[in-house]
């Protein structure tokens, strides 16, 4: 079942939603050389309780810490510790969460770690976050899920390939519905799938976590023994963005974004719906 809100409830998402872009800002600023997962946790916990908000990533199936960190091969579910030591040149996808009276935001971005990326690392971002951006753009009323995922994985088969020869659209992982709760129906997938038909028809709302997880070769990954952390099988690096997206009878509302999503969606021709907190 979908769970629909009704506008009191989206503002209430857009409460919590402004939170995580709190917790962004601050990790993204803290995300330097020298630093560790685990500050970058602190730094989190210190966001949210400024904020009065509660976690949703701590405890949820047992997870040990607030934010996840997933520093270069890994996808995502990275958890953070004092052992890994961010370091010049890396990349690291910081997804992070909060709750608000019972509402539940969930976003993620991909930082750059000092300088001197490789130019197909800087795209690879770029085109994940745009890849991202291009599903949001698709979430208007009278659409499908299935439409979402076009725009996904259409984005990205339209870039030029990396010099290591494709763009992974990871497989095992993907977006989810959000709400009262963290992982809600519908499960999304970042590519399309005839096995899965078009799934529900997207109405005012409906509100969705739009992530696309994309490496540098295979769409494939593993689990590491602490029953979280994700890899891709090749070890390639990888992209993680996300953003929790509101559809309204006015249109989409980026939930996690400062703006409500108006600049990008702009760009695609799309008018975000009027922020309820302005």
Known sequence: MVEIKTPEQIAKMREAGLVVAAIHAATREAAVPGATTKDLDEVARKVLAEHGAKSNFLGYGGFPATICTSVNEVVVHGIPDT????????????DAG??????HGDAAFTAFVGTGHAPELIELSRV??????????????GNRLVDISKAIEGYIRRQ?????????????????????EMHMD?????YVSRKRGKGPKLVPGFCIAIEPMVSLGTPRTH???????????????????EHSVALTEQG????????????KLAEYGVTAAPDPLA
Do not use: C, F, Q
């Open 223 to 241: 689990v590491l023994e602490d029953d979280w952390t994700v890899l891709t099988d090749d070890l390639t690096w990888s992209s993680h963005w």
């Open 160 to 180: 030029p390939r990396p010099a290591s020869g494709k763009y992974g659209i990871i497989e095992d992982y993907g977006g989810h519905g959000i709400g009262s």
């Open 98 to 103: 909060a709750i608000v009276d019972g509402w």
């Open 83 to 94: 052992r890994t030591v961010l370091k010049d040149g890396d990349i690291i996808s910081i």
């Open 186 to 190: 519908p499960h999304l997938l970042n």
């Open 128 to 141: 994940t976050e745009e890849s991202m951006w291009a599903g949001i753009a698709a979430v208007k009323n």
């Open 252 to 263: 989409p509302l980026v939930l996690t974004a400062v703006d409500g999503g108006r600049a």
